[in-house]
């Protein structure tokens, strides 16, 4: 069965410093791995996916995220944070089944301190 | 209107009422799905529908029904809830292909509270 985990439930971070979301996964089959956010009163979207190809992707907002498979890990990254990219970040895995079940993790809430 | 909507953003009911969630999507996707939103849990997905057929029920209480007339529109139909049940539910919606790795397109949500 496929998991993620999130081992970080909150992570504070001063503006203009960087940041490193984690994220593992399990999975006994190929993957598709999301990175979601979720603003206040929002529902989510999507800042960056891996498919196959490079395994670093770059998103939205200045995000980006490197696929290890050997480490089983997914981990976002931003250089440089803003006081708006606080928010809710959802790693999440897909499964191609008859449907693109997607599987999330709990979720990290990242805080910018100005 | 575009992306996905959700009506209403806030509901509360007692646990006799009957009430419904709307989900409509502007994107000319095939598949439509509900997820439960409960503080400090994983996104609970709940239904999914392709092409209005119901493909995934995810061991949800009957006193959860959905409802796809169409492609394009998705109702969350509540009935005696139990004060647990308040979470945000949010729709979504994606393409269904032989792609892998389709995007889902989320709406705001339904914050629901449950007296």
């Known amino acids: 069965a496929q998991s993620v985990t999130q081992l970080d439930s909150q992570v504070p971070v001063f503006e203009e410093a960087p940041v490193e979301l984690r994220c593992n996964y399990s999975?006994?089959?190929?993957?598709?791995l999301f990175w979601y956010v979720q603003y206040p009163n929002q529902g989510l979207q999507l800042l960056l996916k891996?498919?196959?190809?490079?395994?670093l992707v770059k998103g939205i907002n200045g995000f980006e995220a490197e696929f290890n498979k050997s480490q089983t890990s997914f981990h976002l990254r931003k250089p440089s944070v803003h006081i708006s990219d606080t928010a809710e970040y959802f790693c999440?895995?897909?499964?191609?089944?008859?449907?693109?079940?997607?599987?999330f993790g709990p979720g990290t809430s990242l805080s910018v301190i100005p | 209107e575009t992306g996905v909507t959700q009506t209403p953003r806030h509901l509360v009911m007692g646990m006799t009422n009957k009430k419904s969630l709307k989900c409509e999507q502007h994107?000319?996707?095939?598949?439509m799905y509900w997820y439960k939103q409960s503080a400090k849990k994983p996104l609970e997905l709940m239904f999914v529908?392709?092409?209005?057929?119901?493909?995934e029920n995810n061991s949800v209480p009957s006193r959860f029904s959905p409802e796809c007339p169409n492609s394009s529109h998705l109702f969350l139909h509540l009935h005696t809830l139990q004060p647990e049940d308040s979470a945000l539910y949010l729709c979504?919606?994606?393409?269904?292909?032989?792609?892998?790795?389709?995007?889902?397109?989320f709406g705001p949500g339904t914050r629901l509270l449950v007296l």
């Open positions: 999440a895995v897909s499964v191609k089944t008859s449907y693109d079940k997607v599987i």
């Open positions: 979504a919606s994606s393409q269904v292909s032989a792609k892998v790795g389709e995007t889902q397109y």
């Open positions: 994107l000319g996707h095939n598949a």
């Open positions: 529908y392709n092409f209005k057929e119901q493909t």
């Open positions: 999975s006994s089959v190929s993957v598709y």
């Open positions: 891996y498919l196959s190809g490079s395994t």
